[in-house]
């Protein structure tokens, strides 16, 4: 390799705090000898930043002394430029204690400054972390990273699935997992609450001073610990949270108490009910909030739950139940009715209806038989099927569509850059208006313990959880359901860009139509009938695996012909087939292949006309005559049927005001055939993959918002070049990998129901982020001008985050027949 090319620049941002220097082991793959250490050197030593870089080919790790600053993706750069790679990897996390989308920060930053990690994208909502970083990372770092910061992290498992189909979600944190801290609370407070409501009526219960600061302590220092530990950790990260506010807001309303107390013997006023009533409002938000973070989970949960916990493989003659773990590629499972298929495979003896509703979201069971693929987590129906493995664990359907949702749930909507934004100076800002708060209350009135109660619901109110959960909560219950109806959205870029889609681009071939040919036309010359023509024809091409083939023997099984007896047959490479049948000898081939045996081609090219015109493929059965040229006995016309559902499909986008377009590969006669018959906007034809993705492109510039929609690898480019890349399902993993959203059945209606999905999600988004925002802006100043008691500003903070979670959970009722 050229050892003077030069490294591509550094980009704009780093993702790690500037310090003096870090160390770095850097993982390499391709060394194989001394030359490669030194290139390899030279070019880490080369970079400015870069202390000292020392290559081990035995271990085939760099160790690298740069700035911190430096960005990794430099580093990769000059190690690729060398000629080798850098492995990475993908981690996910549970992380438990969060409560606001402060924690999301500061656990994200904490990721961030762990030298080797790439990307860290944290989730509220799914209590996760999903961490991109060199090979060389240990996971037990990022686990003390984030165990520094102030939360508690492990390598989550899979989903636990109780008996209800509800998910618990990865690692709760205990005070979630139960309601007991919530129960204890509410029986501490009571008392303490209950005089207050009994003022209301004239009634004098109010318990001495020492009582109540009894009922209260445990309340505010044992089960309220948490936010002290939490907010703690937020302090010396220099950042804040929700724990912070109202550690500070119910210490503030408990102090003035214990020394109104001590001091003035009983004759001040006391709070303690205020901070023991806030930090139970709160337990039980945060307990709500939990619960329903469980719900959300719900159709990832009912995914995980498809796959079975054994399965019975047929060995010497009898069947034996074996844990899933023990299977293994090419073991014959016997799939008794109405049990579930335990793994992805194909059948091999039996035929039964399969319903597949929650992995494809088709409503009814499919047909299947012998030589057709099941997929594992379906449902087999009346009849015993014995099926081999073809896939299993990772690679299987199951857990590519899991892996797929899981992966759109953890990552950030654009949207949510606002509300990063927001988080970052929320808590700083709200400290500050309390502060201003007392001192403006204090100084106007002189009553500076009424003054730090008001400053306290200051504190109290603000609410950065519900911030934190609006995007994240509604993305997972949208991919969920979309789950649910047969689609896979990647990521959430792709949920949020659908709804703005203005022009939806289909590839032709195998997305808007069946993908294969059919006989569509069949015309008897020289007194043949049709249907002794297709017996005929069918009679030549048994047992031939060409398409054309195969789609005539299937319109004469359809047509139930009487299967005739060929002899003698023998194919002619590019031209056709020959073979005796019912005495006479016959072939079945191209136009090319009987004028080459003298047959006119005028003739051959005035019956063909009309079927070339509607871009048909045209083969023909003829008779051979000895030296004469063959008698032509039929004509025999190929065409791609259009999908049953494609028209309306087309007409669902079309009522939603979306410009549709065509684009093929294949002749401009077909093309407009089947642009006609669907009712397309556009047609273009004759195209080359290349020339699908110029065209998408072009569209854009021109200010459109595209949603491409293929399924093979020819549709690959197009597809990346599209806002919004939607696959089929039955299509190629290359189209399925470069799209954006799958599409688990080949029914191009999908399209218009993943728009319908995508703005239903983004709509739900928006007015979470309203209400979150609309409740901070109106709560703080009414506390802030002390229309709100710090009880009442506890409870309107517990139930905002509930009231996010809820909306969210609304998206359950969509309905994917309502485009």
Known sequence: MNETSTLPPPPAGSTRPASTAVELLLPIQGMTCASCVRRVEKRLQAIPGVVGAEVNLATEHATVRSDASLPLSTLKAAVVSAGFSVPEQAVQLAVAG????????????????????????????????????????????????????GYAATLPGDVDIPSDGSATGPVPPPWAATGWPVALAALLSAPLVLPMVGLLFGR??????????????????????????????ALKDRSGNMDLLVALGTSAAYGLSLFGLLTQQGHAPLYFESAAAVITLVLLGKWLEARAKRQTLGALAALKALRPD?????????????????????????????????????????????????ISGESLPVARSAGDPVVGGAVNGEGLLLVTVTALGAESTLSRIVRLVEGAQARKAPIQRLVDQVSAVFVPVVIAIAVLTLLAWGLATGDWPQALIHAVAVLVIACPCALGLATPAAIMVGTGV????????????????????????????????????????????????????????????????????????????????????????????????????????LMLGSTRWLAALGVATDWLDAQAASAHAEGMTVSWLAQQRGSQPPLPLALLAFGDRTKAAAAEAVQQLQRMGLRTIMLSGDNQAAAAVVGRELGMDEVHAELMPEDKARRVAALRAE??????????????????????????????????????????????????????????????????????????LLGIPLAALGLLSPVIAGAAMALSSVSVLGNALLLKRWNGDRP
């Open 98 to 149: 969060m409560t606001c989308a402060s924690c999301v920060s500061r656990v994200e930053r904490a990721l961030k400054r762990v030298p080797g990690v790439e990307s860290a994208e944290v989730n509220l909502a799914t209590e996760t972390a999903q961490v991109r970083a060199l090979a060389s990372v240990d996971t037990s770092t990022l686990l003390a990273a984030v165990s520094k910061a």
């Open 204 to 233: 004098h219960w109010m318990l001495a001073g020492w009582v109540q600061w009894l009922l209260a302590t445990p309340v505010q220092f044992w089960l309220g610990a948490r936010f002290y530990r939490a907010g703690w950790a």
């Open 310 to 358: 054994t399965a019975r493989v047929r060995r010497d003659g009898a069947d034996v139940e074996v844990p899933l773990a023990q299977l293994r590629l090419g073991d014959t499972l016997a799939v008794r009715p109405g049990e579930r298929v335990p793994a992805d495979g194909r059948i091999l003896d039996g035929h039964s209806l399969v319903d597949e509703s929650m």
């Open 482 to 585: 979309a789950a649910r109806h047969g689609l896979l959205i990647k990521d959430a870029h792709a949920l949020e860009q659908a709804r703005a889609v203005t022009t939806v681009v289909f590839d032709k071939t195998g997305t808007l139509t069946e993908g294969r040919p059919h006989l569509r036309r069949i015309t008897g010359f020289n007194g043949m009938a049709d249907e002794e023509a297709l017996q005929l024809a069918a009679a030549l091409q048994q047992g031939s695996e060409h398409p054309l083939g195969r789609a005539v023997r299937d319109e004469a099984r359809h047509r139930g012909l009487p299967v005739l007896a060929a002899a003698g047959t023998r194919a002619t490479a590019g031209r056709g087939i020959q073979a005796q049948v019912k005495g006479r000898e």
């Open 703 to 776: 200010g459109a918002q595209v949603a491409m929609v293929g399924d093979g690898i020819n549709d690959a480019p197009a597809l990346a070049a599209a806002d919004v890349g939607l696959a089929m399902g039955g299509g190629t993993d290359v189209a399925m990998e470069t799209a954006g959203i799958t599409l688990m059945r080949g029914d191009p209606r999908l399209v218009a129901q993943a728009i319908s999905i995508s703005r239903a999600t983004v709509r739900k988004i928006r007015q979470n982020l309203f209400w979150a925002f609309i409740y901070n």
